[in-house]
């Protein structure tokens, strides 16, 4: 268990404002440290700092000193152990965390303890921005609807996350109408290095996150390192455990030179993404330096660094600067706190200064971006990394409505190439949509909305269209979902919300919204006419994410481009332009306006910037962000530290983890006479397995929320649903694209073996409990490949699946497994279930050892006499203690009974 730290004579301190602030010397611990990339030492000092030779290991020390350039994946397989020094929740992922955190406390209480134990060990954050829609746009009351009907669709969930935020100690959330979960992170939440209570004085580490959501990497443009994980690993932090990773290569991304001065971050950003998609950075890491990266704002790097999961890195990082430090500043961080980061970073060379090349540290591999040689781009019609300039966009999207079909064809036949239809609107007119006509033109999402020059830049292009009588045709829904009350407060003082409006691009809400398929509805004329003629109809948004389907159905190409470039292709009506040569429309004297004529330049944007955006207004702002909206202050909740479940609820319900549970280590058994639930193939993901997207009608979800009188119309998604394992159970492995080898079709059904009848898979898995038989199952390569997501592991231990027999895992759903008390067992190399003649209608029996379980032992399973030898994947000591408990939420109970 549990040690001494090895490394605690490594510890300094120096003396501020009377306070002795301690700290771990990285430097001299060995002279290696100075060639480290700047991201490997913030894993280093978290190794550092938490050894304690159980959860973080010596050798993990050493791992990551000995990093080098010259590492490869999959040829050095470091893995390591790192403590994040907190966790960031949005409201889809971070409901099933409360959930569980509420059941624990019940479970804790059930077996005499003190419930007021269970609480995050970690700090943890909780913004609620993923449930607002825009269902009304183009409108002065369209925010005050929004959030309405926002407040009304999930006023249960609402009210259970409020009784968190009461309940749980260490834990915030903070409230629906606030702003998006990144930005918050950016300009409140994020602490840039972390100050706790230590014996004789304070203790200084890093701040580092992870957090249940792809976009938390954009918080490494503050130089904070963090990137996304699934539910069991951000609740595993919460709880004070380690992650496991694998050591990453580092990619040195070089900037220098400057950007032109009619070119935008998000040009820039659309750039790096489609270059580092096309270099191949999946599972590394990507850092920044060149004196190229002293020329941008810190919510320039933000938004780099929030398209990460775009080109695939694990995290795009940029050292802290001094430049780091004035954002702090502007953003009402407090003098006295930003000179003591200043200190600690000086004295652990963790301050950087690009512009000094000595500082450059050694990378596995370098690339080099001349920001001059940006241009303005869009990404599209279906891929973020798919960048496309403005000036190639006529020609490019006309190649792309001929093309086959794919990432960049529609495959429109040439007799079709002209076709439009028309539609009366509400003003009496009748107006005309052909392919490349906008639908949808939004100015959203976390990637460009915490942006000042962009939306400023926005803002001033309104106005010098309104100016010159421009307009946008009513049809096309435009909206502005700002990623907090800061971008609202200076897009007033500096005068453009009403150009803004003018033109239709009213304030919507605060969230994740249009980016994530929160579009809401298009008016049913337009939906008509699209349908009717088989239209390329567009969506143009700020956003990171423009995969078919996900914006909305009816809009078939979808392209991210920068605020400004919104209003302009929402002015033009149609993507289908060359800007150079064509006009916008025209002013009052019948004078043709071109995009230049209004296009402001960046010193023009950036006048107006320094003159507005201050620290008076995140202060304003941010002092009373915990107080919410009158919706959310009259939500009348429990004031009982244990959550007061409701058996009638259909989206928060007391998971079943921990019945029968006992304060007594449960005692071990082998598994016997276990059926084979699913018999698959290899490259099985978390999104085969995990319930997302609608709930199918004819689904067992769906017959669930029937018999509760649940019409279809209210059955929500999956997503909203997350609070509840008994939707969730039924949804395990519901994708309509699984292959089970037991049966013949493809799709969510399977065999009960001893009846030979097919059916859904949750009913075979209950047929199976009532017979009291285990279940396992036996599966191909890269099992639970893909994002990590908890209900990948929660969902089969629900359907009683107590092994998986696979050829090999993904390392992070291994891990998920093991969080669950499932048991990962691995084919001896060159073995697989087509070799051992296996064909998933056996018995098994699994030799599980009562005791002196070692990590990584050989496993006997016996399948209806055909005898094979196994790799137990328990890879450490951490996970057999996970194991003998049930799983990591059992292991903390009982941590917390004694």
Same mark, same amino acid.
């Given at each position: 268990?549990?040690?001494?730290?090895?490394?605690?004579?490594?510890?300094?301190?120096?003396?501020?404002?009377?306070?002795?602030?301690?700290?771990?010397?990285?430097?001299?611990?060995?002279?290696?440290?100075?060639?480290?990339?700047?991201?490997?030492?913030?894993?280093?000092?978290?190794?550092?700092?938490?050894?304690?030779?159980?959860?973080?290991?010596?050798?993990?020390?050493?791992?990551?000193?000995?990093?080098?350039?010259?590492?490869?994946?999959?040829?050095?397989?470091?893995?390591?152990?790192?403590?994040?020094?907190?966790?960031?929740?949005?409201?889809?992922?971070?409901?099933?965390?409360?959930?569980?955190?509420?059941?624990?406390?019940?479970?804790?209480?059930?077996?005499?303890?003190?419930?007021?134990?269970?609480?995050?060990?970690?700090?943890?954050?909780?913004?609620?921005?993923?449930?607002?829609?825009?269902?009304?746009?183009?409108?002065?009351?369209?925010?005050?609807?929004?959030?309405?009907?926002?407040?009304?669709?999930?006023?249960?969930?609402?009210?259970?996350?409020?009784?968190?935020?009461?309940?749980?100690?260490?834990?915030?959330?903070?409230?629906?109408?606030?702003?998006?979960?990144?930005?918050?992170?950016?300009?409140?939440?994020?602490?840039?290095?972390?100050?706790?209570?230590?014996?004789?004085?304070?203790?200084?580490?890093?701040?580092?996150?992870?957090? %249940?959501?792809?976009?938390?990497?954009?918080?490494?443009?503050?130089?904070?390192?963090?990137?996304?994980?699934?539910?069991?690993?951000?609740?595993?932090?919460?709880?004070?455990?380690?992650?496991?990773?694998?050591?990453?290569?580092?990619?040195?991304?070089?900037?220098?030179?400057?950007?032109?001065?009619?070119?935008?971050?998000?040009?820039?950003?659309? %750039?790096?993404?489609?270059?580092?998609?096309?270099?191949?950075?999946?599972?590394?890491?990507?850092?920044?330096?060149?004196?190229?990266?002293?020329?941008?704002?810190?919510?320039?790097?933000? %938004?780099?660094?929030?398209m990460c999961p775009e080109y695939g890195a694990t995290v795009g990082y940029f050292p802290i600067d001094e430049n780091t430090l004035s954002y702090m500043k502007q953003t009402n961080r407090s003098e006295k706190k930003i000179d003591i980061i200043r200190q600690y970073l000086k004295a652990t060379r963790q301050l950087r200064d690009y512009s000094n090349e000595s500082q450059d540290p050694k990378f596995t591999q370098s690339i080099t971006l001349d920001l001059s040689t940006v241009v303005t781009s869009v990404s599209g019609p279906k891929r973020p990394h798919d960048r496309v300039s403005v000036s190639e966009m006529k020609k490019d999207f006309r190649s792309c409505l001929v093309s086959p079909v794919g990432f960049k064809g529609f495959a429109i036949s040439s007799d079709a190439l002209e076709a439009s239809g028309q539609f009366q609107w509400d003003d009496g007119k009748s107006y005309t949509i052909k392919h490349g006509s906008v639908v949808i033109a939004a100015i959203t999402s976390c990637t460009n909305t915490s942006n000042p020059s962009v939306m400023l830049g926005a803002g001033m292009l309104a106005k010098k269209a309104v100016e010159k009588g421009l307009s946008i045709m009513p049809y096309i829904k435009t909206s502005l979902s700002p990623g907090s009350g800061v971008v609202t407060y200076y897009l007033k003082e500096s005068g453009v919300i009403p150009y803004l409006e003018q033109l239709g691009f009213n304030i919507v809400g605060y969230g994740c919204m249009t980016c994530i398929g929160n579009s809401g509805p298009l008016d049913e004329n337009v939906v008509n006419t699209i349908e009717k003629n088989g239209l390329v109809c567009c969506g143009v948004l700020s956003g990171n994410r423009n995969f078919e389907g996900r914006i909305h159905p009816n809009t078939r190409a979808n392209y991210l481009a920068s605020p400004l470039l919104v209003i302009a292709y929402a002015i033009a009506g149609r993507v289908d332009i060359d800007f150079e040569t064509e006009p916008l429309g025209t002013d009052a004297n019948g004078e043709n306006v071109y995009l230049r004529d209004i296009w402001p330049t960046r010193s023009e944007i950036q006048e107006v910037e320094n003159k507005h955006v201050i620290p008076a207004m995140f202060q304003e702002v941010y002092s009373k962000i915990e107080l919410g909206s009158e919706d959310w202050q009259t939500l009348e909740v429990s004031e009982d530290k244990l959550y007061p479940w409701n058996e009638e609820s259909t989206y928060i319900k007391r998971p079943p983890f921990f019945e029968g549970m006992t304060r007594e280590l449960p005692k071990l058994n082998s598994i016997k006479s276990a059926r084979c639930l699913l018999f698959l193939g290899d490259s099985v993901t978390t999104d085969h397995i995990s319930p997302a997207g609608s709930i199918a009608r004819n689904s067992p979800a769906a017959r669930f929320l029937s018999e509760r009188k649940l019409t279809s119309k209210d059955f929500n998604s999956y997503g909203s649903r997350r609070g509840n394992d008994a939707i969730m159970a039924r949804g395990t492995f519901a994708n309509i694209r699984l292959v089970n080898k037991l049966i013949t079709k493809t799709g969510p059904r399977t065999i009960h073996i001893p009846s030979q009848e097919e059916m859904d898979i949750f009913d075979c898995a209950e047929r199976y409990r009532e017979e009291g038989t285990p279940l396992v199952l036996v599966v191909g390569k890269d099992y639970g490949s893909g994002s990590s997501r908890d209900w990948a592991a929660k969902g089969p231990f629900l359907l009683g699946i107590k092994a998986v027999i696979a050829e090999s895992y993904e390392r992070i759903h291994r891990s998920n497994l093991v969080g669950m008390g499932i048991v990962p067992l691995q084919f001896l190399p060159g073995q697989n279930a087509e070799s051992l003649n296996l064909n998933g209608r056996e018995q098994y029996n699994i030799n599980i050892p009562t005791d002196n379980i070692k990590p990584g032992q050989k496993i006997q399973v016996e399948a209806d006499g055909n005898v094979f030898e196994t790799i137990l994947r328990f890879d450490t000591e951490v996970d057999i203690e996970y194991y003998r408990n049930g799983g990591i939420l059992n292991y903390m109970i009982r941590k917390m009974l004694h």
């Open positions: 268990m549990a040690g001494l730290n090895p490394f605690a004579q490594f510890q300094k301190s120096f003396a501020n404002g009377g306070v002795e602030y301690k700290y771990f010397d990285l430097a001299s611990i060995d002279p290696k440290y100075d060639q480290l990339p700047y991201s490997i030492r913030i894993l280093l000092e978290s190794a550092v700092r938490n050894c304690d030779n159980f959860h973080v290991l010596e050798k993990d020390v050493q791992s990551i000193l000995s990093w080098t350039p010259d590492l490869k994946q999959g040829q050095n397989d470091v893995e390591v152990s790192f403590k994040p020094a907190r966790v960031i929740l949005q409201d889809f992922t971070g409901v099933p965390a409360v959930v569980d955190f509420a059941a624990m406390r019940t479970a804790v209480y059930g077996l005499n303890g003190d419930p007021e134990k269970i609480n995050p060990i970690c700090p943890a954050d909780l913004v609620i921005d993923h449930s607002v829609q825009v269902d009304f746009s183009r409108t002065a009351d369209a925010l005050s609807k929004n959030q309405n009907l926002e407040f009304e669709r999930n006023k249960e969930r609402f009210t259970f996350l409020k009784w968190g935020a009461r309940a749980f100690n260490n834990m915030l959330i903070v409230p629906p109408g606030s702003g998006i979960v990144h930005q918050v992170n950016l300009e409140y939440l994020a602490r840039v290095v972390f100050e706790a209570d230590a014996e004789g004085g304070k203790i200084l580490y890093p701040d580092s996150v992870v957090g %249940t959501d792809s976009h938390t990497t954009m918080i490494n443009g503050l130089g904070v390192l963090g990137w996304g994980v699934g539910g069991i690993e951000a609740e595993a932090v919460m709880l004070g455990q380690s992650i496991s990773m694998l050591l990453p290569e580092v990619i040195g991304y070089k900037l220098v030179g400057k950007l032109g001065p009619l070119v935008t971050s998000t040009d820039l950003v659309l %750039t790096i993404t489609k270059h580092l998609r096309q270099l191949g950075v999946v599972g590394k890491f990507v850092e920044f330096y060149g004196p190229g990266v002293a020329e941008l704002s810190i919510a320039d790097r933000a %938004t780099i660094s929030n």
